[in-house]
């Protein structure tokens, strides 16, 4: 499954992180924006992926 996640500086020099993932066999997808406490935002975004309908 390809996965790909970035970081930037926001307005206040703050990281913030996000992530995407998708399965090409089902075509489902998860993302995640924002994020500020998470060490891992690929983690997040695939449980984003399999905990949705």
């Known amino acids: 499954m ?3 996640g970035g ?3 926001n ?7 996000e992530a995407s993932i ?3 066999k089902t075509l489902k997808t998860g ?7 998470v060490r891992n935002p690929v983690c997040l975004a695939r449980a ?3 905990r949705s309908y």
């Open 31 to 37: 993302a995640v924006t924002g994020l500020t406490t």
């Open 11 to 17: 307005f206040d020099e703050k990281h913030e992180l």
């Open 22 to 24: 998708m399965d090409g």
């Open 48 to 50: 984003v992926m399999d």
């Open 2 to 4: 390809p996965a790909v």
């Open 7 to 9: 970081s930037v500086l």
